[in-house]
């Protein structure tokens, strides 16, 4: 009883973290998105914790704290390589914004 109330006060607490964030205008659009449904996604878990132990047996895992670690593994992984993708697209931006200003400059 005590880990779900704990459960529900840290996944609750990171998500009044993540709403505060987003008043602040702290996180783009799209990150806050991503972080509101990921700090909700805890708060479900937390409070229906039988939904990881059935899909924990469904798909065979032990331990239903293994399947959550894989989710969140998987989850933040998917979500680093957009973050990767999304800074090399900067880079090609940015390389091309100094060079047409080296130009203009130069004319």
């Known amino acids: 009883m005590k880990l779900t109330i704990a459960l529900i006060l840290g ?3 990171t998500l009044c973290y993540m709403l505060r964030k987003i008043r602040k205008s702290q996180l783009q659009t799209s990150d806050a ?31 239903p704290s293994n399947f959550v670690f894989l989710c969140v593994v998987a989850v933040l992984l998917l979500r680093e390589f957009i973050q990767t993708a999304e800074i090399a697209r900067l880079k090609e931006k940015m390389a091309q914004l100094a060079q047409t200003d080296a130009l203009n400059k130069k004319l």
């Open 11 to 13: 996944a609750v607490l």
């Open 33 to 63: 998105i991503f972080w509101f449904v990921f700090a909700v996604c805890l708060v479900i878990i937390a409070i229906f914790p039988q939904i990881v132990f059935f899909l924990s047996d469904l798909l065979g895992i032990q331990s």
